[in-house]
Nanobody
């Protein structure tokens, strides 16, 4: 099983980034997917989740209206489009997958990727 996140980088406040996560080794379409993040010195937190079909999504209050999660089951990939970035969005971003959830419970996810660093300057 592999979840490979990419697309992180350095951006100024107000800018945009698109994260991608490519999956392999499991039945992608049968798994809920999510993005979490871990800011420097803080705990990992839920960002967004998408259902198996892609028709339902969930977001943390801090990112609602700025971030959009999507998935493409043809390419075994999940995406996070981030706009209007704030310095407090600086974090390592992780993608996660589980058969039973796409919600905010961090303990509910079976598979995790390594993460990609997003740095937002003020």
């Amino acid at each position: 099983v592999q979840l490979q996140a990419s697309g992180g980088g350095y951006v100024q406040a107000g800018g945009s980034l698109r994260l991608s996560c490519a999956a392999s080794g499991f039945s992608f379409k049968d798994f809920g997917l999510a993005w979490f993040r871990q800011p420097p010195g803080k705990d990992r937190e839920f960002v967004a989740g998408v259902s198996w079909s892609g028709q339902s999504t969930k977001y943390a209050d801090a990112v609602k209206g700025r971030f959009t999660i999507s998935r493409d089951n043809r390419y075994n990939s999940v995406y996070l489009q981030m706009t209007s970035l704030h310095p407090e969005d600086t974090a390592v971003y992780y993608c996660a997958a589980d058969e039973s959830t796409y919600g905010s419970g961090i303990g509910g996810y079976e598979y995790w990727g390594r993460g990609t660093l997003v740095t937002v300057s003020s």
